[in-house]
C-alpha cells in the first residue's frame, strides 16, 4: 500500500475505532491479561532474537511495517511476528507507552508550577535538576523517592512497569553488544513515560524485583 493511503487509513483507524492504541490501560488489560499480548509477544520477540541487535529501541523500524504493525495490532488481527523486524516491533512498544492517556510512571508533577518554561523544560530533561527542585540529595534519597512513588502506583501501573523495566534491564545487560546501556535506554523510553531521563536511568540501574509490593 502506498505510504500516503497508510496515512489517511490509520488516522482514520485512530479516530473511528476503537482499539489498543486508543483505549486505557484498564481496558487494555481486561479478560485476565495483565499486559496486552502483542506487547508481550513483541517483548518475547525482542528477548528471544533482539538482545544483541545494535540500537534495538533507539533505531526505528520500517516506516511501513511499523504502521501495518500497529494496525494490525490495533484491530486485533492475527501477526506473525517472526516475518517483522525487531526494530519495528520495538516501535510498536515505544508507541504504546506513548499512546496510553496517562503516563505510568507518575508523580513527576512538582514542576508544572514553575513559571518559567525553559526551568520547567530543564527540571524534566536533567534529573539532577529535577532533585535539586523537590530537596533530593543523596543518592539514597533518590532511589528511595523513586520506590515510594513506584509502590503508590495503582496495581496495574506497577505490574506493567515491573514487566517493562525487567525487560529493558535484559537489554542493558547485552549493551555491550547493542550499545543500548540504561542511559540510552531511559533518554528514549523518558518521553513515553513522561519522567525525567535521568531518574529512569538511576531507576533501570538500581531496579530489582522487591520494587513492587509482595501483594500486586
Not at 13 to 41: A, D, H, K, Y
Not at 187 to 199: D, H, N
Amino acid at each position: 500500500m502506498p505510504y500516503f493511503l497508510m496515512q489517511i487509513q490509520e488516522k482514520e483507524m485512530w479516530e473511528t475505532t476503537p482499539g489498543l492504541f486508543t483505549r486505557s490501560l484498564e481496558e487494555n488489560t481486561e479478560g485476565g491479561s495483565r499486559v496486552p499480548l502483542c506487547i508481550q509477544r513483541c517483548w518475547e520477540a525482542i528477548e528471544k532474537r533482539g538482545l544483541t541487535c545494535k540500537g534495538i529501541y533507539r533505531l526505528s523500524g520500517s516506516i511501513t511495517q511499523s504502521r501495518e504493525l500497529k494496525l494490525d495490532f490495533h484491530l486485533g488481527r492475527p501477526v506473525r511476528l517472526e516475518e517483522k523486524s525487531l526494530n519495528s516491533c520495538a516501535s510498536v512498544v515505544k508507541y504504546f507507552f506513548t499512546s496510553i492517556p496517562k503516563p505510568l510512571f507518575g508523580g513527576f508533577e512538582d514542576h508544572k508550577n514553575i513559571e518559567s518554561p525553559a526551568l520547567r523544560h530543564s527540571i524534566m530533561l536533567n534529573a539532577n535538576d529535577y532533585c535539586i527542585h523537590v530537596g533530593l540529595n543523596t543518592q539514597d534519597e533518590k532511589i528511595e523517592k523513586l520506590k515510594q512513588l513506584f509502590r503508590s502506583l495503582p496495581r496495574e501501573n506497577i505490574f506493567i512497569l515491573n514487566k517493562l523495566f525487567m525487560h529493558l534491564k535484559q537489554v542493558a545487560a547485552h549493551s555491550e553488544l547493542n550499545y543500548m546501556q540504561e542511559k540510552n535506554i531511559a533518554v528514549v523510553f523518558a518521553p513515553c513515560l513522561q519522567m525525567p531521563f535521568g531518574l529512569l536511568e538511576l531507576t533501570l540501574i538500581n531496579y530489582d524485583p522487591t520494587w513492587p509490593p509482595s501483594q500486586v
